[in-house]
């Protein structure tokens, strides 16, 4: 279970994540000089979650080892649109606390979701943090049982308030379940949500759909047609069960990211084992707005490639963002792909997946609470990234 978790969960570098913006900006008009950074300190720093902000520059939250007031830190850091340094926070207690989704939120501020070790109810517990707009601490909430509670997407809802996926250990059917918390623009808990069955099921993505609803995309053990499946969950505004579809085949898939594509329906991108060139290939998976499977791609090569982030673009095609270790100058490489409209590409291999339905849904009743500590540290920082092309 810790083992499968953690691959679940497993963030790129903060490194890689800032190069990514120099190969994003090397295929569209810039409006500011490409860049490659690199922040921390002696010990491991980690970005999970990257946005441009509305001033044009940048933020990123992870955790850090480095700096901060226990074993690991929530790590936030605001680059300027060169990606140079304007400031960088630590919030945390003396255990271990990190960072997995970050947000702007309208009044300039950030909002961070992630889990924590040192305040809760719990082992471990969902931890949400909102800072203002210069990265000073307004409020923490802690939501959880007496068990580990992970967030991996945050969003903010129509309301003003805040949805947030994860998996729970603490409440559901089974190992652990997808968990879906929504709280108010206080951060004060509104609802809580698990979906899934007997074995493990965790929520990886989250968005809020154009009906106002939720949809979910992440992993399942519990159901489908092989070790695991990506897993995608709808919900009402409400959070009212209204479908899960699982999809894949005898080996593990997963789903990392989720969107709502310009015909109503949905995109995920993931890993599969069970189809492609090699060891694991990306997962890019279309289903219409009732979930039915429309297409399924796969990308990669001999060894090991991974899909976290997907857009889809003014063209209606799709870009995904990732990493290879197949292709590139390293031993992995930071992996951006181009899609068209129906998931063709220049390194692209068609599969056909098996699409299923089956969840539970509870309604737990989960503890909340707050804590944290705000330090300012002065990290190093360094650059570097080279540029391969794969396609002709």
Same mark, same amino acid.
């Given at each position: ?47 999970? +979650?990257?946005?441009?902000? #509305? *001033?044009?520059? /940048? @933020?990123? $939250? !992870?955790? &850090?080892? %480095?700096?901060? =007031? ?82 991996? +997407?945050?969003?903010?809802? #129509? *309301?003003?308030? /805040? @949805?947030? $996926? !994860?998996? &729970?250990? %603490?409440?559901? =059917? ?82 990392? +990211?989720?969107?709502?594509? #310009? *015909?109503?329906? /949905? @995109?995920? $991108? !993931?890993? &599969?084992? %069970?189809?492609? =060139? ?87 009743? #989960? ?8 330090? &300012? ?16």
């Amino acid at each position: 279970m810790k083992t499968l978790m953690k691959t679940l969960l497993k963030p790129l570098s903060l490194a890689l994540f800032v190069a990514a913006t120099l190969l994003t900006q090397s295929a569209c008009n810039r409006t500011s000089p490409p860049f490659c950074k690199a922040i921390g300190g002696p010990e491991s720093e980690e970005g999970n +979650s990257l946005i441009q902000t #509305s *001033d044009g520059g /940048y @933020a990123i $939250a !992870g955790y &850090t080892k %480095s700096f901060g =007031a226990g074993n690991y830190d929530v790590y936030v850091i605001k680059l300027d649109a060169n990606g140079n340094l304007q400031w960088t926070k630590t919030i945390g207690g003396p255990e271990s606390e990190e960072g997995n989704s970050l947000i702007q939120t309208p009044d300039g501020g950030y909002v961070i979701a992630g889990s924590t070790r040192s305040f809760g109810a719990g082992e471990a517990d969902v931890y949400v943090v909102k800072l203002d707009a210069k990265g000073n601490l307004q409020w923490t909430k802690t939501i959880g049982g007496l068990n580990r509670d992970w967030s991996s +997407s945050l969003i903010q809802t #129509s *309301d003003g308030g /805040y @949805a947030i $996926a !994860g998996h &729970t250990e %603490s409440f559901g =059917a089974g190992e652990a379940d997808v968990y879906v918390v929504k709280l108010d623009a206080k951060g004060n808990l509104q609802w809580t949500k698990t979906i899934g069955g007997k074995y493990t099921d965790a929520g990886l993505s989250l968005i809020q759909t154009s009906d106002g609803g939720y949809a979910i995309a992440g992993h399942t053990e519990s159901f489908g047609a092989g070790r695991g499946d990506v897993y995608v969950v709808k919900l009402d505004a409400n959070g009212n069960f209204q479908w899960t579809k699982t999809i894949g085949e005898l080996y593990s898939e997963e789903g990392y +990211s989720l969107i709502q594509t #310009s *015909d109503g329906g /949905y @995109a995920i $991108a !993931g890993a &599969t084992k %069970s189809f492609g =060139a090699g060891g694991e290939d990306v997962y890019v998976v279309k289903l219409d707005a009732n979930g039915n499977l429309q297409w399924s791609k796969t990308i990669g090569g001999k060894s090991d490639e991974k899909g976290y982030s997907l857009i889809q673009t003014s063209d209606g095609g799709y870009v995904i963002a990732g990493y290879t270790k197949s292709f590139g100058a390293g031993e992995t490489d930071v992996y951006v792909i181009k899609l068209d409209k129906n998931g063709n590409a220049c390194c692209a291999v068609s599969q056909t997946s098996q699409v299923r339905s089956r969840g539970r849904l509870g309604s737990p009743t #989960s503890s909340i609470g707050s804590g944290g500590t705000l330090t &300012t540290p002065t990290p190093s920082t360094s650059s570097g990234g080279t540029l391969t092309n794969q396609c002709p």
